[in-house]
C-alpha cells in the first residue's frame, strides 16, 4: 500500500470516529437559546413563523423545513439535529464533486476528510440552526456557478439559480457569496478580452456569456424582493438584533482558528491566533508549483469565495455596524477546506504524509477537546441548569432568567414546580419588544416576591449590558447563598428573600 | 507585439498591487506603531526595500508582451566564431560540447576552444588541447594569466576576425539550431548580444541542482524576457551570441568585475546598443552539484552585481534609458536580500532574549495589512511564473542571505575575490559549514522559546511563530546541505556474507 494511501485510510477512520463521538457527545448536548428559538418558531404555523421571523434578523427557510420535518419526525430534539445533520451529510458528495471538478480525486477526498473532521462543522452540524443548510447551498452554488461558466448550459443556471435563492431565504449572509462570485466572473470575462478588436466589441460579442450569469442572478434578487419589502416594513428586526461586540483584526484571525480547530478556551484561541505567521507559510505553498495540473483560475475562485466575504463583513463591521460572527461566515467554509486540502496536498511527498496526519490528529484533538470540555466558550448547559434547579428548587422558591429571551431552552428543560419569571419582566406569550431595565424596576420586581418567595434563583446568561448591575443590586441587597458557574457566561445565583 | 499568454499578468492585478503595497507601507508610517526605535528603524528600512523591489517587478512585468518573431534575407549569414571556454573542466564534459558545437546548422561558423587551463594552474590543460585537436577545432591556450574568464574571451577575441562570437561554458551543449535562430536578430545592426537561457539537464538530479534551476527558471523565463521589452536584458556568461563591434566599442569583456558579463553588458546599453532575450531552451548545461559550488556561484553572482549598485549605481551615469537605469539597480538591489533577512530574522530572537519589541500594537492589525500584500505579491509571482515557482526557489533565495552578506561585506572591505569556475562535479565532502548560520539561528531559537515556555503574553507565541516560520524557511536549504538520511540511519554492517 502506497504512503499517501495509508494516509488517507487513517484519515478516513478518524472521520468516522469523530462522527462517532461527536454525535454521542453533541446530541446529548444541551439546547442552546438560538436552537431553542428556531425549535420554538418552528412549532408555530406556516404565516406565524413567517411572522415572527420577519421581526427577527434571520430569513424563514431553516424554520419551514424544521416546521415540516418535527411534524413528520416529532419534536425532539434528536429528531431536530437529525435534520442538520442530514444537511451536513449532503453537503458532502457535492463538496466531493466541486473539488474534484477544479482538482482530482485525492484532493477531493482530503477536503471531505478534512471538513468532516473540523470541530467547527461538526459543531454546526449537531445544532438546530440554519447553518449546514446554507453551507449546502453554497457548495451546491458552487457547483452550477462553475458549471455554468465553464459549460454555458441551461443546467448550470437553472441550479445556480436555485442554489442561491435558497441560499438567500437560508441567511442574509448569502449575499456576500454571491458578490464574490460576481467579482469572480467579472475576472474570468474580462481574463478571456483576447485583445483582437476592442473590449467594447468583445463585450458586445459575448453579452450572452454575461446574460447567462446575471439572468439567475436577477431572477433570484427578483423573488428575493418582496421577503426583503416584507421584512423592512415590519420595521427591519430594528427591536430583534442581537448585540455583536466591536470587530476588531483579531476576529478575522480567530475565525480562521475556528474554522480549523472549532471553539475552544479562551486562552486557548488566543494562543492559536497568535500563532498567525504560521499561516504565512501555507500561502507559499498555495502559489507554488503543483503536482497535479490544476487550473489557476480555480484557486482564485475558491481564494475570492472565502476572502471577499470574511472582508466585506470585516469592512462592514468597521464602518457601518458591527455584523461579524464566525458562524454567519460558515458557507466559505466548503472553499476554505478546498484551499487548504490544496495546500497541504502540495507540500514536497515526504513531507505532506506527515503533515497531513499531524493536521488530521490536531483537528481530531481540538475536535475531542471541544465536544466534551466545559470551558468551551459556546456551550450553552441550560440542561444543567434545568436538572439542578429541578432537584433543589423548591415550590415556593421563584427563578428569575435574565436575559429574558433565555428562558426558552430553560424552559424546555425544567421540569420543577417553582415560579419562572425574567428580569426585565416579560412576557414571552405575548408579543413585542422586551422592556427595557432600570434598578428601580429591578427593586420593585424583587421586593415584591419577598412577601410569597423563599429563595430566588436568578440565572445569568447572554449578558445584554445590565448583568452586573442586577449582580451588585442582589448582591447588596439580599443574603447570597451560592454562585454556581455552569458553561461560560452561564451562571446561576441564590438569594436569601425572606427568612421563615 | 502581441501579448502573452503564459504566464501573463493583467495590468489591472499588477494596479491592485500597487495599491495594496501603499496601503501596506501606510502602517509603517503610522508611528504610534513604535516600539523600540531602533529596531523599528531597522525593519522600516527593510520594508521600504521589500516595496522598492515589489515595485520594480511590478513595473518590470507591466504590459509584458511576446517580442516580434525576427527574419533576415537568406543571403544573411555573417561569421561566426564559437567560442568554448574551458578551465579544468572534465575532457568528456568538454568533448561533448564541441562535438554539439560542430553540428549546429550554420553555413559560417568555425568552433574555437579557449583553454585557461594552463593559467589556471589545471592539470588536464594539456589533454583539452589534444582533445581539441583530435575533434578537428582550434584551441587557443592562454599562457599569461589575467582578467580571469573575461581575459580568456578577450584572448580568444583577440585571435580571431569573425563579426560575431557565440560562448558557451564548457558543459554548456547547443541544439543544432543555436546560431540559425540567433543570428537573424543581428540584421538589426544596432543589436550588440542576443542571449538565451542557461537550462540545467540534470535539474533533476538533487536537491541543490532543484533549488538552483527552480530560480534560474523564474529568472530565465518571466525576468528576462520583462527585461528584454524595456531593452534592458543583460549577458549571462553562456549561450549567447555578440556582435564583436559591440564588444570593442566598450573595451572587450570587462575584466575588472568577477560578474564580467553583468557590467559588460551594463557598458554595452551605455553605448546605446540593443539587446535581444531569446526565451526559449537553445542550449543545456549542468547546474551546481553540490552546496558549495552553490554557494561559490552565488557569491560571485552577488559580489559582481554588489558592484554595480556601489561603483557603477546606472543612476549617476549617463547613456542609459530609464527603463534600464531600474533594471540594472533592481537586478543589483536583489542581493541586499542578505542584509534585509538577517534584519528580519533577528527581531524574533531579540524578543526572546531580550524582550525587545519593534512594534508596540497588537500583531493581528499589522497582520491585517501584511497578509493581503503578500497574498496578491505571491499571486503575482505565481501567474507570472506560469504556475512554476516552488517554495524551494523561494527558500534557497532567502537562505542565501548569508553568503550576500558576505559578497557585501567583501565589497565594503575591498577584499578581492577571485572568479571560480562553476564546478561540474559533485565535490565530496561535508558542507555543514555553509549552513552554520542557520543552525545558529534554530538554537538560538529553539533556547528563546525555551526561556519563554512560562512567559503567557501572546507577543512570545508571535515571536516564536515568526522564529518558526524563519526556520521552515530555510529548510529546504538546510535539507541540501547535508545528507541527513546517514545521520538519522545506522551505517550498515560490512557484508561477510559469501559473494555470488
Given at each position: 500500500?502506497?504512503?499517501?494511501?495509508?494516509?488517507?485510510?487513517?484519515?478516513?477512520?478518524?472521520?468516522?470516529?469523530?462522527?462517532?463521538?461527536?454525535?454521542?457527545?453533541?446530541?446529548?448536548?444541551?439546547?442552546?437559546?438560538?436552537?431553542?428559538?428556531?425549535?420554538?418558531?418552528?412549532?408555530?404555523?406556516?404565516?406565524?413563523?413567517?411572522?415572527?421571523?420577519?421581526?427577527?434578523?434571520?430569513?424563514?427557510?431553516?424554520?419551514?423545513?424544521?416546521?415540516?420535518?418535527?411534524?413528520?419526525?416529532?419534536?425532539?430534539?434528536?429528531?431536530?439535529?437529525?435534520?442538520?445533520?442530514?444537511?451536513?451529510?449532503?453537503?458532502?458528495?457535492?463538496?466531493?464533486?466541486?473539488?474534484?471538478k477544479s482538482s482530482d480525486t485525492?484532493?477531493?477526498?482530503?477536503?471531505?476528510?478534512?471538513?468532516?473532521?473540523?470541530?467547527?462543522?461538526?459543531?454546526?452540524?449537531?445544532?438546530?440552526?440554519?447553518?449546514?443548510?446554507?453551507?449546502?447551498?453554497?457548495?451546491?452554488?458552487?457547483?452550477?456557478?462553475?458549471?455554468?461558466?465553464?459549460?454555458?448550459?441551461?443546467?448550470?443556471q437553472v441550479g445556480y439559480f436555485f442554489s442561491i435563492l435558497l441560499g438567500l431565504f437560508t441567511h442574509y449572509f448569502f449575499i456576500f457569496l454571491i458578490m464574490a462570485q460576481g467579482i469572480f466572473f467579472l475576472y474570468w470575462f474580462i481574463r478571456r478580452f483576447n485583445h483582437v478588436g476592442s473590449f467594447r466589441d468583445y463585450v458586445k460579442w459575448n453579452f450572452g456569456i454575461i446574460k447567462n450569469?446575471?439572468?439567475?442572478?436577477?431572477?433570484?434578487?427578483?423573488?428575493?424582493?418582496?421577503?426583503?419589502?416584507?421584512?423592512?416594513?415590519?420595521?427591519?428586526?430594528?427591536?430583534?438584533?442581537?448585540?455583536i461586540p466591536a470587530t476588531t483584526p483579531y476576529d478575522i484571525f480567530q475565525t480562521l482558528v475556528n474554522f480549523l480547530f472549532g471553539f475552544q478556551s479562551t486562552s486557548l484561541q488566543s494562543f492559536l491566533v497568535s500563532l498567525w505567521p504560521l499561516s504565512v507559510i501555507p500561502i507559499f505553498f498555495l502559489f507554488s508549483k503543483r503536482k497535479s495540473d490544476i487550473e489557476i483560475e480555480n484557486i482564485l475562485y475558491f481564494l475570492l469565495t472565502v476572502m471577499i466575504p470574511i472582508g466585506l463583513v470585516f469592512v462592514v463591521s468597521i464602518f457601518f455596524k458591527p455584523i461579524f460572527l464566525t458562524r454567519y461566515l460558515i458557507f466559505v467554509t466548503p472553499s476554505f477546506f478546498i484551499l487548504l486540502a490544496w495546500t497541504l496536498f502540495h507540500i514536497s511527498k515526504q513531507l505532506s504524509a506527515l503533515v497531513l496526519m499531524v493536521f488530521a490528529l490536531a483537528m481530531f484533538g481540538f475536535l475531542i477537546f471541544q465536544n466534551i470540555s466545559n470551558s468551551t466558550p459556546v456551550k450553552e448547559d441550560y440542561q444543567g441548569v434545568a436538572l439542578y434547579l429541578d432537584k433543589n428548587a423548591k415550590p415556593d422558591d421563584i427563578i428569575a432568567i435574565t436575559s429574558p429571551f433565555t428562558i426558552y431552552p430553560f424552559e424546555y428543560y425544567y421540569k420543577g414546580s417553582a415560579s419562572i419569571v425574567t428580569i426585565p419582566l416579560w412576557n414571552v406569550y405575548k408579543s413585542g419588544r422586551i422592556p427595557s431595565y432600570s434598578t428601580v424596576s429591578l427593586a420593585a420586581q424583587v421586593k415584591n416576591y419577598t412577601k410569597n418567595y423563599g429563595d430566588l434563583y436568578v440565572i445569568f446568561s447572554y449578558n445584554q449590558g445590565y448583568e452586573n448591575s442586577i449582580k451588585n443590586y442582589l448582591d447588596t441587597h439580599y443574603q447570597r447563598l451560592l454562585i454556581k458557574d455552569f458553561s461560560p457566561g452561564l451562571e446561576l445565583r441564590e438569594y436569601k428573600l425572606r427568612y421563615p | 507585439m502581441e501579448r502573452i499568454t503564459r504566464g501573463y499578468v493583467p495590468n489591472l492585478l499588477l494596479f491592485i498591487n500597487v495599491l495594496m503595497a501603499i496601503v501596506y507601507i501606510s502602517w509603517w508610517f503610522?508611528?504610534?506603531?513604535?516600539?523600540?526605535?531602533?529596531?523599528?528603524?531597522?525593519?522600516?528600512?527593510?520594508?521600504?526595500?521589500?516595496?522598492?523591489?515589489?515595485?520594480?517587478?511590478?513595473?518590470?512585468?507591466?504590459?509584458?508582451?511576446?517580442?516580434?518573431?525576427?527574419?533576415?534575407?537568406?543571403?544573411?549569414?555573417?561569421?561566426?566564431?564559437?567560442?568554448?571556454?574551458?578551465?579544468?573542466?572534465?575532457?568528456?564534459?568538454?568533448?561533448?560540447?564541441?562535438?554539439?558545437?560542430?553540428?549546429?546548422?550554420?553555413?559560417?561558423?568555425?568552433?574555437?576552444?579557449?583553454?585557461?587551463?594552463?593559467?589556471?594552474?589545471?592539470?588536464?590543460?594539456?589533454?583539452?588541447?589534444?582533445?581539441?585537436?583530435?575533434?578537428?577545432?582550434?584551441?587557443?591556450?592562454?599562457?599569461?594569466?589575467?582578467?580571469?574568464?573575461?581575459?580568456?574571451?578577450?584572448?580568444?577575441?583577440?585571435?580571431?576576425?569573425?563579426?560575431?562570437?557565440?560562448?558557451?561554458?564548457?558543459?554548456?551543449?547547443?541544439?543544432?539550431?543555436?546560431?540559425?535562430?540567433?543570428?537573424?536578430?543581428?540584421?538589426?545592426?544596432?543589436?550588440?548580444?542576443?542571449?538565451?537561457?542557461?537550462?540545467?539537464?540534470?535539474?533533476?538530479?538533487?536537491?541543490?541542482?532543484?533549488?538552483?534551476?527552480?530560480?534560474?527558471?523564474?529568472?530565465?523565463?518571466?525576468?528576462?524576457?520583462?527585461?528584454?521589452?524595456?531593452?534592458?536584458?543583460?549577458?549571462?556568461?553562456?549561450?549567447?551570441?555578440?556582435?564583436?563591434?559591440?564588444?570593442?566599442?566598450?573595451?572587450?569583456?570587462?575584466?575588472?568585475?568577477?560578474?564580467?558579463?553583468?557590467?559588460?553588458?551594463?557598458?554595452?546599453?551605455?553605448?546605446?546598443?540593443?539587446?535581444?532575450?531569446?526565451?526559449?531552451?537553445?542550449?543545456?548545461?549542468?547546474?551546481?552539484?553540490?552546496?558549495?559550488?552553490?554557494?561559490?556561484?552565488?557569491?560571485?553572482?552577488?559580489?559582481?552585481?554588489?558592484?554595480?549598485?556601489?561603483?557603477?549605481?546606472?543612476?549617476?551615469?549617463?547613456?542609459?534609458?530609464?527603463?534600464?537605469?531600474?533594471?540594472?539597480f533592481l537586478s543589483a538591489l536583489f542581493y541586499l536580500n542578505g542584509l534585509i533577512v538577517l534584519i528580519d530574522i533577528i527581531m524574533p530572537i531579540l524578543f526572546l532574549f531580550f524582550g525587545l519589541q519593534p512594534v508596540s500594537s497588537t500583531t493581528q492589525s499589522f497582520a491585517l495589512y501584511?497578509?493581503?500584500?503578500?497574498?496578491?505579491?505571491?499571486?503575482?509571482?505565481?501567474?507570472?511564473?506560469?504556475?512554476?515557482?516552488?517554495?524551494?526557489?523561494?527558500?534557497?533565495?532567502?537562505?542565501?542571505?548569508?553568503?550576500?552578506?558576505?559578497?557585501?561585506?567583501?565589497?565594503?572591505?575591498?577584499?578581492?575575490?577571485?572568479?571560480?569556475?562553476?564546478?561540474?562535479?559533485?565535490?565530496?565532502?561535508?558542507?555543514?559549514?555553509?549552513?552554520?548560520?542557520?543552525?545558529?539561528?534554530?538554537?538560538?531559537?529553539?533556547?528563546?522559546?525555551?526561556?519563554?515556555?512560562?512567559?503567557?503574553?501572546?507577543?512570545?507565541?508571535?515571536?516564536?511563530?515568526?522564529?518558526?516560520?524563519?526556520i521552515i524557511m530555510f529548510l529546504p536549504f538546510i535539507k541540501a546541505a547535508y545528507n541527513w538520511r546517514s545521520f538519522f540511519i545506522f551505517r550498515q554492517s560490512p557484508n561477510i556474507g559469501y559473494q555470488e
Open positions: 500500500m502506497t504512503r499517501e494511501r495509508s494516509t488517507f485510510i487513517i484519515i478516513f477512520l478518524f472521520v468516522i470516529f469523530s462522527l462517532l463521538i461527536s454525535a454521542y457527545t453533541l446530541f446529548q448536548q444541551s439546547l442552546r437559546l438560538d436552537e431553542a428559538q428556531s425549535l420554538w418558531v418552528a412549532t408555530k404555523s406556516i404565516p406565524g413563523i413567517i411572522s415572527y421571523i420577519s421581526l427577527d434578523v434571520t430569513v424563514p427557510l431553516y424554520e419551514l423545513i424544521l416546521h415540516f420535518w418535527i411534524e413528520a419526525f416529532g419534536i425532539s430534539i434528536f429528531s431536530a439535529r437529525l435534520l442538520s445533520f442530514i444537511f451536513f451529510l449532503f453537503t458532502i458528495p457535492v463538496l466531493y464533486l466541486v473539488a474534484k485525492r484532493i477531493a477526498l482530503l477536503t471531505i476528510a478534512l471538513y468532516s473532521l473540523s470541530p467547527f462543522i461538526i459543531w454546526y452540524s449537531f445544532e438546530i440552526r440554519m447553518y449546514t443548510i446554507v453551507t449546502f447551498m453554497a457548495v451546491l452554488s458552487h457547483y452550477f456557478f462553475l458549471k455554468m461558466i465553464h459549460t454555458g448550459g441551461k443546467r448550470g450569469f446575471l439572468t439567475p442572478v436577477f431572477l433570484a434578487a427578483l423573488f428575493f424582493l418582496p421577503w426583503v419589502i416584507f421584512f423592512l416594513l415590519q420595521g427591519g428586526a430594528a427591536n430583534t438584533q442581537p448585540l | 503610522y508611528l504610534p506603531h513604535m516600539g523600540n526605535v531602533f529596531l523599528y528603524a531597522l525593519l522600516f528600512f527593510g520594508e521600504i526595500y521589500h516595496i522598492i523591489m515589489s515595485f520594480g517587478f511590478w513595473y518590470t512585468i507591466w504590459n509584458r508582451k511576446i517580442p516580434k518573431r525576427v527574419t533576415s534575407p537568406n543571403y544573411f549569414d555573417p561569421s561566426v566564431t564559437v567560442f568554448i571556454t574551458v578551465a579544468g573542466e572534465p575532457v568528456d564534459i568538454v568533448t561533448r560540447t564541441i562535438k554539439a558545437a560542430k553540428e549546429m546548422n550554420y553555413p559560417n561558423f568555425k568552433v574555437v576552444v579557449l583553454n585557461d587551463g594552463f593559467v589556471a594552474n589545471k592539470e588536464n590543460w594539456k589533454e583539452i588541447e589534444r582533445t581539441s585537436q583530435d575533434l578537428g577545432v582550434e584551441c587557443i591556450t592562454r599562457r599569461i594569466p589575467g582578467g580571469a574568464k573575461a581575459g580568456n574571451i578577450n584572448n580568444g577575441l583577440r585571435s580571431t576576425q569573425s563579426e560575431l562570437v557565440a560562448i558557451f561554458d564548457a558543459d554548456m551543449i547547443p541544439n543544432k539550431d543555436f546560431l540559425s535562430k540567433l543570428v537573424p536578430y543581428f540584421y538589426d545592426e544596432k543589436v550588440a548580444f542576443v542571449q538565451s537561457p542557461q537550462f540545467y539537464k540534470n535539474f533533476d538530479q538533487n536537491e541543490i541542482t532543484r533549488g538552483a534551476w527552480e530560480q534560474q527558471d523564474l529568472f530565465f523565463g518571466p525576468i528576462m524576457s520583462a527585461k528584454d521589452n524595456l531593452n534592458s536584458s543583460f549577458i549571462c556568461g553562456t549561450n549567447l551570441v555578440l556582435r564583436r563591434k559591440a564588444l570593442e566599442d566598450v573595451g572587450g569583456i570587462n575584466e575588472k568585475s568577477i560578474a564580467e558579463d553583468f557590467l559588460t553588458s551594463y557598458f554595452i546599453h551605455k553605448r546605446k546598443w540593443k539587446s535581444v532575450y531569446y526565451p526559449n531552451i537553445l542550449a543545456e548545461g549542468l547546474a551546481p552539484l553540490d552546496l558549495l559550488s552553490y554557494y561559490k556561484q552565488q557569491q560571485r553572482w552577488a559580489r559582481g552585481s554588489l558592484e554595480i549598485l556601489f561603483r557603477y549605481n546606472p543612476f549617476f551615469r549617463r547613456g542609459f534609458t530609464f527603463a534600464q537605469r531600474v533594471e540594472y501584511f497578509i493581503p500584500y503578500m497574498f496578491l505579491n505571491l499571486y503575482t509571482i505565481f501567474l507570472v511564473s506560469g504556475g512554476g515557482i516552488t517554495f524551494r526557489a523561494i527558500s534557497f533565495s532567502q537562505a542565501s542571505w548569508f553568503l550576500q552578506l558576505s559578497a557585501l561585506f567583501s565589497l565594503l572591505t575591498r577584499r578581492k575575490v577571485g572568479f571560480a569556475v562553476t564546478s561540474k562535479k559533485r565535490q565530496e565532502g561535508n558542507y555543514l559549514f555553509l549552513i552554520y548560520p542557520h543552525l545558529l539561528y534554530i538554537v538560538l531559537a529553539v533556547i528563546g522559546i525555551a526561556l519563554n515556555l512560562d512567559n503567557k503574553n501572546p507577543a512570545v507565541f508571535t515571536n516564536s511563530a515568526w522564529a518558526i516560520f524563519n
